[in-house]
């Protein structure tokens, strides 16, 4: 038992030196701001800059606002929102987009190219210069009117692979067992610790989710450069290319640097092309009538592995989603009688099955008051998918990971590290099952049914909780549950999603749904609402314990990350297959 203690000195040191740098931070910022000059107009002719190389975050946790900064990081949904006004605005004539490898997933991918199709409709031109060219990168430059490759760069299309890392045999060498139980047969999370390679079930659900990749790609090819599928498909396969082969096959139009690309697109008779970011599109005033708005949408973003509490940082899995954040976000919006209805945009691989199911009943809650329609991103996957179950609709891209309808958890055994390293454990109990959990012993017969049984328990409330959004059977659902993870495509086919599209198709839906007529005006609400940086870094300085060195005791390292910590005390957990990277 550890203690509390008050603040150290070194605690304090940490504080004051971090608001410090965020403060100089700020100010540099302000400075560069102001020598730069703040974007007042838009000049005709004009074309839009987007890098790929940009976050894009769907939501950041917190903003660079309130009365030391005044600037946000450009977001997901502004990228698109920029494209959109790009399309209507008469002083915007072209499109650039600088291909540089890109953090979108490939859901998110699908979703900007669908935008970027719907800037095509308008008759303006796109251009594409690949400065770097993967998969998901060249997927995207493939709707470009024209592409253009750096010469010395590479054109890596070469078709999907997905790959999972497995640590049996290292967990084993450190003395280390992974005791876990799942339900059900695809639910394969604990894999990555249990095993050497994948499950026949796992290889399974990742080969058609891959396949799903790969018709996408091959899609692009057909659609993008005008040949038929057969060659597309023998291309992909004979890939890597130089910027030479590239070219030679016809899947680029030239080799250019890229201010001889601007060129290219200049007007006649001029030699510069006028060109202005997307982030500083957005931020000039816009072009053309400003009608007034008719309905509030609140977009409720939902980022990162569910945990109970607030939204922060973890330690090793990043961005993790708050059930009291989320909560609040859904009470706030339920009862502000502006909202006529809400857009729940997820983008996680779930987490803490209560955690999952204290949003779940949050989202249910404000469905009886007005319309939710979920929107998924990259991923919507077991506890992802679970909260996305109390809407009136869920929309996905072909290309969203979701379903992995299941649960599973345990503990590992650290008594072999312990022997290794030298250390030893001792304790008492009040009960015979107080140590259920314990690091330094393996989980007995008994206790491992037992186990199953809570296990069950959870997987049949999550398969209700389905049953009841998608109007099946359990055991219907069931079938396609299992702990099986789902392309959007297969998805929707077997039910489980309603339609395919982004946030701006659920967008519509929402819209549709509150009564509101298609062409009407929509002002979003964005929740939960971001804290200023300097207040988040106070916020979670202040209320995390003093920082302390326990480099020889595992569990403590484990309590820095609220996900693990989870996982380190033997909480079930709704959260998708082991992370998989898929190229």
């Known amino acids: 038992m550890t203690a509390q203690t008050r603040p150290s000195g070194f605690f304090w040191f940490v504080l004051v030196s971090a608001a410090f740098l965020t403060l100089f931070a700020g100010s540099l910022y302000l400075v ?28 950041p946790l917190f903003e660079f606002g309130g009365p030391f900064f005044g600037y946000e990081s450009l977001t997901f949904r502004d990228l698109l929102g920029g494209i959109s006004r790009a399309k209507e ?18 859901a998110r991918a699908t979703e900007l190219r669908d935008q970027l199709l719907d800037f095509k409709s308008s008759g303006k031109p796109l251009v594409a210069f690949v400065e770097y060219g993967s998969n998901r990168d060249y997927y995207l430059a493939s ?35 992974a005791e876990f139980e799942r339900f059900a047969a695809y639910k394969d999370a604990p894999d990555m610790f249990l095993r050497d390679e994948m499950s026949p079930e796992s290889r399974e659900a990742i080969e058609a989710l891959v396949a799903t990749i790969h018709d996408s790609v091959v899609e692009a090819l057909v659609e993008g450069r005008g040949i038929d599928r057969d060659r597309a498909a023998a291309l992909i396969a004979r890939g890597p290319f130089t910027a030479e082969e590239a070219r030679e096959l016809d899947l680029v139009d030239g080799l250019h640097y890229v201010d001889e690309v601007k060129k290219k697109m200049a007007p006649a008779g001029k030699d510069e092309l006028p060109t202005v970011s997307v982030a500083d599109y957005l931020r000039a005033p816009a072009g053309g009538r400003s009608f007034g708005t008719q309905a509030q949408i609140a977009v409720i973003y939902g980022v990162g592995a569910i945990v109970g509490g607030d939204s922060t940082e973890d ?26 209805a809400v857009v729940f945009r997820i983008d996680s691989p779930g987490g803490s099955d209560v955690a999952s199911d204290v949003i779940w009943r949050e989202a249910k809650l404000t469905r009886e008051k007005k319309p939710v ?13 679970w909260i996305a179950t109390a809407s009136d609709a869920i929309v996905a891209e072909p290309t969203t990971v979701t379903g992995s309808i299941g649960i599973y958890a345990g503990k590992f055994n650290l008594a072999g590290l312990y022997d290794k390293i030298g250390v030893a454990t001792d304790g008492v109990e009040s009960s015979s099952n107080a140590d259920f959990f314990s690091s330094s012993r393996s989980f007995t017969p008994a206790e ?32 396609v549950a299992q702990g099986r993870v789902w392309s959007g495509r297969d998805a929707k086919d077997l039910g489980l999603v309603d339609e395919l599209g982004g946030l701006r198709r659920a967008l519509e839906l929402a819209k549709e749904r509150a009564g509101f007529a ?66």
């Open 143 to 177: 709707v470009a009117d024209q592409i253009y490759i750096h010469p010395r760069s590479v054109l890596d299309l070469r078709g999907v692979r997905a790959e999972a890392l497995f640590l049996r045999r290292a967990l084993e060498k450190a003395g280390v067992e």
């Open 518 to 583: 298609a062409d009407a005006k929509v002002e979003l609400r964005i929740f939960p609402e971001k804290k200023p940086l300097l207040q988040f870094l106070l916020s979670n300085l202040l209320t995390r314990a003093e920082p302390r060195l326990a480099l020889l005791d595992p569990r403590e390292i484990l309590a820095r990350s609220p996900v693990l910590r989870l996982a380190a005390e033997g909480a079930p957990l709704a959260l998708m297959p082991f992370q998989i990277q898929i190229h």
């Open 315 to 340: 330690a090793v899995f990043g961005r993790v989603m708050g059930s009291d954040t989320i909560a609040e976000a859904f009470e706030s919006a339920r009862e502000d009688e502006d909202i006529d």
């Open 89 to 106: 605005d008469a002083r915007i004539e072209k499109l650039l987009l600088l291909v540089r490898p890109t953090g979108l997933g490939w």
């Open 373 to 385: 329609v979920v929107s998924m991103a990259d991923v919507a996957a077991s506890g992802g998918y």
């Open 32 to 59: 560069f701001r102001g020598v730069r000059g703040a974007v007042t107009s838009v000049a005709r002719g004009s074309a839009v800059e987007i890098d790929l190389a940009l976050g894009f975050p769907e939501e």
């Open 448 to 479: 491992r049914e037992q186990l199953r049984r809570i296990l069950e328990s959870g997987y049949r409330a999550f398969l209700e909780r389905v049953a009841e959004s998608r109007k099946k059977t359990t055991d219907e659902v069931h079938a």
